[in-house]
Structures are given as C-alpha cells and as structure tokens.
C-alpha cells in the first residue's frame, strides 16, 4: 500500500494565511508538491485567492469581495488575529496572476485551483473559467481546475484545462453516476462524508484526494481505502512523517 500524496490545503494554513503567497512558498520549501488554493473574482472581474465571499474572517473587514475593486485590495491585510497579526501585518491578498508567477518559480508543484461557487454565481461559468485558464495558461499543464459545479468542469476542459476535479457534496449513489458521467480526472472529497464501515471508495478513471487531514494515522487509513491524495493545513507537520515524506507528486507518470 502507497502512502498518499500531501496537497497543502490554502497552502501551509496551520502557520500562514490561507491562500497567500507567503502560505504557498511556505508549503513550497516545506516539500509539498502539491498545493490547493481558493478563486474569487473582485468588482472589476480580477481572480484573487480568497476563500470566503466576504473578508470578515480572514481580514476583519466585513465587506463582500464582489464589492471591492482590485486596487483597493493593496489596503486589506490577511492578518488571521490568531496566527501572529503583527508577523503577518505586511500580507495580503493576492490575485491568481500572483499566484501563477510563484508557480512558475517552484516547476515541480502541481497546483489545484478551485473556482468558488460565489463567483461563479456572480459572474456566469463562461467568464470566470476562461478568466482563470487564461492566467493559468503558463503552467496549464500544471494546473487541475477543481470546483463543486459540474458545468465549470465541462467548460474547464473545453478552455485547455488538461485535467478537472470534482469536489463531492455527497458520497451516494446518485453521485457516483454523475462522477461515472463526468469522468473527471479526480475526485474530491471530505473523508467524514464517507459512510461507516465503508471497505474502499469508487473505482474510475478518477484518483481520490480526502480532506481535511491532519493525522498521519487518518492519511494511512484513508490510502487503504483507495486515497491517492490527502489535502492538509498542516503540511509541514504532515511530511513528517517518513512514509508521507517518501511519495512524491513528481514520481508520479501520470502526472
């Protein structure tokens, strides 16, 4: 049995702000291969790396993302009170191009972009998927566009996305055919959502990443039923451990 492959979940988040720069390279000279982050669009249609709709959490600014032009954000600081305001008072948010830029810099890290459904909503499928392959265009290949909505996935692939993910709501019957139907490269999913005394996941042309996972024993036991991924916070802590530490998302052919 493989161990499975790390992604860092919004980065290296148990230590960073979520879904930053300083969160990804963190993640990056850590060791993670792989990393996910969050795409939201501003006012004046610009993709950033936020979670959440509105800022409150991450910021303390209670103001919804769809509100604020780009340029505004240089004033708004991803401070997460609890993870050190004053060390973390010079980051914000960044956009995807950003983002892609770093990428760029790191060639060995595959990136899971995961368009969110209030931008979605928002702005129409057509303009935010084709916003997003269009900045993600010089690492595509490294980049898997991944999103609860099964229509962006289809319009991902037909705008060059190489390979899609799609992030479960529900682990039942009804899912798996639409998985069946989609085909996706990958399937997405929190590992509470799998029924008790579950023996392995669906089998397809899929690879299965869990999340969220902080525990080498949880990762261990999620790889015996079928894991080929798990997602992480804390992906320092979690490459650890050494058989985590040994599978690598570049030894992968696939990939």
């Known amino acids: 049995m493989d161990a499975p492959i790390l992604i860092a979940h919004r980065g290296y988040a148990k230590r960073y702000p979520e879904n930053t720069l300083v969160a990804l390279e963190a993640a990056f000279e850590a060791g993670a291969d792989c990393v996910e982050f969050d795409v939201q669009f501003t006012n004046d249609g610009v993709p950033v790396l936020l979670h959440d709709a509105n800022l409150k959490r991450t910021t303390g600014t209670n103001k919804r993302i769809f509100s604020i032009d780009a340029e ?71 980049c898997v566009l991944i999103s609860y909505d099964l229509l962006s996935l289809r319009c991902a692939r037909a705008m060059g996305f190489e390979a899609i993910g799609w992030i479960l709501k529900t682990y039942d019957d009804e899912t798996l055919s639409q ?40 990762a261990s036991k999620l790889a015996r039923l079928g894991a080929d991924y798990v997602e992480t916070m804390a992906v320092a802590e979690m490459l650890g451990n050494k058989a985590l530490r040994s599978r690598r998302c570049v030894d992968e052919q696939n990939l």
């Open 72 to 142: 505004k954000l240089d004033t708004i600081v991803v401070n997460e009170a609890k993870k050190q305001p004053k060390k973390f008072s010079h980051v914000g948010i960044p956009s995807l191009a950003s983002a892609i830029d770093l990428l760029q810099r790191w060639p060995q890290v595959r990136a899971f972009v995961e368009v969110k459904q209030e931008s979605l909503d928002a702005y129409g499928i057509e303009k935010v998927v084709k916003a997003v392959a269009g900045i993600c265009s010089p690492v595509i290949d490294r």
């Open 179 to 218: 998985a069946t139907e989609l085909a996706p490269d990958y399937l997405f999913c929190n590992h509470t959502k799998l029924p008790d005394g579950i023996e392995a996941v669906w089998q397809g042309p899929w690879q299965w990443a869990f999340y969220e996972v902080t525990q080498a024993k949880t």
